[in-house]
């Protein structure tokens, strides 16, 4: 049964999608066909083209729908998204088309597939300078990787004020509305090495570098609003206990071990931070849909002088979204790079991630109003209780051109700060501000890393420091100051706007090494976190407790961790114990819980999904289809969904064409095998009775549906496509499971079902399904 609703839908479906329709008889015009050429397979030297068509080789610098087409460099793709930054980028990028091959002194090479040898089969020459160079180059390509944060994606952008901040700060880049600052983005996880996968549970980072005209600032924070230790000394043990096992090296970006857990149960002021990593934030969906946190507070100094005390917030304008914990480790496998391609296929795709910066403001006379230090990292301040003021907006438009130059080289510091900013007494703020530059030292290879393209300042930079390993610019004679000889050229310049100096805080106190009173409270802050979560996300939270105190081998330290659950609530610590087969015991569960904080017991800025709407902008909907499938209803779902910007990719059995019941050739995005449901956020099938057929008979289709109504996400089965439910085990339908025959009405449904983000009240019985 194929339902027809007129051609109308079908002519703009295919005007609007441009989706390439090859009729019979008519050849591809991409490729053009013509005889094999075997010289391009040999040992000699290639001095023809290689490409089928010179055409290919140039860069598409259209938008692309995710996994369209190959991924160009951002500087090809999205020329017009340019800015200061970028354009001083473009004085180090390197076009090679057209260009001889050479060394790196500039020979030309006539021969790159052959050593020179002391005849045919005789020894290799050690004269050849060409083999030597080439070799020596690869074998020192490797650079250390980042201590922590070594997983990483990163991306430029803009950030621009929605109005001028002067009443706080004097910072130039947060005055004027009509400027852009380029900014350069890098997301992390925390735990894994270099080639890790996204989707562990872990702390993402999250740090931004504005290239402001005042010097560079970094705002190096993490998808939670608060941090594990409270103070730097703390952080080589915190990394340490959570990093693989010394003896083994096991596991790889899991904080579900042995070593993590202990420390953890013996140093309860990381159970905040442990609280937030064990919920959905531990797991985002994507890195347009989750939070950002600058964590310490910091000051906002204006020109008068007067101080403000700030924390930083970024609220993504896609919304906040989490992966399930079953479906994140499944794309550990399937898809280990899911974020960054997702960042990168939405840069493309032109679904711009954006961000909101908000400021948490607190005049300097009410420090003190809270029950907790404000210069304690492991603390939060309540959005109920102090408002994020939302100032201005960042986002992300270019990808970039080299993961290695770019991504990689970038160093990040919590003490590159501008005029107008300024850093508080936070113990743990304090220790950053040391390490980012000296591990940096050994990471990058000296002290002239700011001299790489990446870390440069937009503005001028000119000083009196000299030499060092890979120093690039070239100055004058004069390398102290004062100096005559160069007229005392770079000068300081005279304390105003634009020039950086320490806000006068009085400072007293004798050398103390101790912990201040006011940071002694662990329990009061996580518990808010606890009790303002919903019923799905608390028993989130007690599955990701219980998964991994499951994998660790001590009885011991699964019990001490327990016990520290029971002075936050004793419900989570009663169900933790018993997925564990611990007994708690009633002294256990009479430990006295800490009350609200500053009469605050519940925030719901601290929930991701009470009541918080979802964007359907940029998710992605998988449509399961085989030859026969009715093309109007395809169109009709299709136009539907792109209506409300939701991508949309075609999966089949096999890879190639598939033709329609009406006899229209369409391009496949992809195999049902090599793209299963956990890439995408819901999924859809079109009717068409040829086309249920195939899928009824293919493993891989079946699958696909059982693991997507695991996962709780919304299905569509629209006219004979319903027969698949009766043919898998899935247990009754519910508000998730969208079936009908009208393609319009179905595709209206499955939207506004999408809305939930998850089918949330099928989470009880998707354990059931043997998937
Ligand atoms: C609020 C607490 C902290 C946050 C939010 C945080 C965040 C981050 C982020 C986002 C990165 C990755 C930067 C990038 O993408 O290149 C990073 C790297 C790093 N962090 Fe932290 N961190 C915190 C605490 C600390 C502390 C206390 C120390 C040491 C005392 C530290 C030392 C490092 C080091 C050594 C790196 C590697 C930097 C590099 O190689 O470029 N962090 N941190």
């Not at 354009?87 to 020179?116: A, C, H, M, W, Y």
Request: with cysteine.
């Amino acid at each position: 049964m194929c339902v027809d609703v007129g051609g109308l839908y079908f002519k703009s479906f295919l005007e609007i999608l441009m989706v390439k329709v090859m009729k019979k008889g008519k050849k591809t015009e991409s490729i053009p066909s013509r005889e094999i050429d075997k010289t391009m397979y040999s040992v000699e030297p290639h001095y023809e083209d290689t490409a089928p068509s010179k055409k290919l080789t140039k860069p598409l610098t259209s938008i692309s729908p995710p996994g369209a087409e190959p991924m160009m460099p951002g500087s090809f793709k999205n020329p017009k998204n340019n800015n200061d930054k970028l354009k001083q980028l473009d004085d180090f990028r390197s076009d090679p088309l057209g260009e001889s091959l050479r060394t790196n002194q500039g020979v030309k090479i006539s021969d790159n597939q052959n050593s020179l040898k002391a005849g045919l089969r005789g020894s290799t020459l050690l004269e050849d300078f060409i083999l030597r160079e080439k070799i020596t180059h690869f074998d020192h390509e490797r650079i250390p990787e980042r201590v922590v944060h070594a997983r990483g994606a990163g991306a430029h952008g803009y950030f621009q004020v929605y109005k001028p901040l002067a009443s706080y700060t004097k910072a130039e880049f947060l005055q004027d509305p009509h400027v852009r600052t380029p900014v350069f983005v890098r997301f992390s996880t925390v735990q894994g090495s270099r080639g890790s996968a996204d989707t562990v549970r872990d702390i993402r980072g999250w740090a931004t570098k504005f290239y402001t005209k005042e010097g560079n600032f970094d705002l190096v924070g993490n998808n939670t609003p608060i941090f594990f230790i409270q103070d730097a000394i703390k952080f080589p043990d915190f990394v340490h206990a959570v990093k693989p096992e010394p003896h083994n090296e096991i596991p790889q970006g899991q904080s579900a071990h042995d070593t993590f857990w202990d420390y953890i149960s013996l140093q309860p002021e990381t159970l905040h931070n442990v609280m937030w990593a064990m919920s959905d934030r531990g797991i985002p969906r994507s890195y347009s849909m989750m939070e950002g946190f600058g964590i310490h507070t910091y000051k906002l100094i204006n020109a008068e002088g007067r101080c403000h005390f700030v924390r930083f917030h970024w609220k993504p304008v896609y919304g906040v979204a989490s992966l399930l914990w079953d479906e994140a480790q499944l794309l550990a496998g399937r898809d280990p790079d899911f974020h960054r391609r997702e960042l990168w296929e939405s840069i493309e795709a032109g679904d711009y991630p954006e961000y909101e910066l908000g400021l948490q403001i607190i005049p300097e006379e009410d420090e003190d109003n809270f029950d907790f230090d404000i210069l304690d990292p492991t603390k939060l301040i309540p959005e109920s209780l102090v408002p994020v003021h939302l100032v201005g907006k960042m986002v992300l438009n270019r990808n970039p051109d080299s993961y290695f130059n770019e991504t990689e080289q970038v160093a990040f510091c919590p003490g590159n700060i501008v005029s107008g900013i300024d850093f508080s007494d936070d113990p743990l703020l304090q220790g950053r501000l040391f390490s980012y530059i000296d591990t940096q030292i050994s990471r990058l290879g000296g002290a002239n890393f700011h001299e790489i393209p990446i870390n440069r300042p937009v503005c001028p930079f000119h000083n009196h420091q000299r030499d060092g390993m890979h120093r690039i610019s070239i100055s004058g004679a004069a390398n102290y100051e004062p100096n005559s000889i160069n007229n005392n050229w770079p000068r300081e310049t005279p304390p105003a706007g634009g020039v950086f100096s320490s806000y006068p805080q009085l400072t007293t106190g004798e050398k103390i090494r101790k912990r201040s009173g006011t940071f002694i409270d662990y329990y009061s802050h996580p518990r808010l976190f606890w009790l303002s979560q919903t019923k799905v996300e608390q028993n989130h939270i007690i599955g990701g407790f219980s998964f991994e105190l499951g994998k660790v081998v001590r009885p011991w330290i699964r019990e001490r961790v327990v016990d520290q659950l029971t002075y936050i609530d004793h419900n989570l610590a009663q169900a933790v114990a018993e997925n564990l087969g611990i007994e708690l015991s009633h002294e256990q569960l009479r430990h006295p819980l800490p009350g609200p904080v500053n009469g605050i017991s519940k925030d719901r800025s601290l929930s991701i999904y009470d009541g918080h709407s979802q964007v359907l902008k940029s998710r992605r909907v998988a449509i399961l289809a085989a030859d026969g499938v009715c093309e109007k209803s395809l169109a009709i779902i299709m136009k539907s969904l792109h209506d409300q910007s939701i991508h949309t990719m075609i999966f089949s059995p096999h890879i190639g064409k598939l033709r329609t019941l009406q006899g229209t050739e369409l391009n496949i995005n992809g195999t049902i095998e090599g793209n299963p449901s956990v890439l995408v956020d819901a999924v859809i099938v079109p009717d068409g009775k040829q086309s249920i057929d195939t899928l009824l008979k293919d493993g891989n289709a079946k699958y696909y549906l059982l693991q997507a109504f695991k996962h709780l996400k919304v299905i569509g089965l629209q006219g004979e496509a319903q027969r698949i439910y009766d043919a898998i085990p899935l247990p009754a339908a519910d508000e998730g499971m969208i079936t009908g025959n009208a393609a319009l009405e179905l595709a209206a449904d499955f939207i506004e079902a999408m809305k939930l983000h998850r089918v949330w009240s099928r989470e009880m019985i998707a354990g059931q399904i043997p998937a």
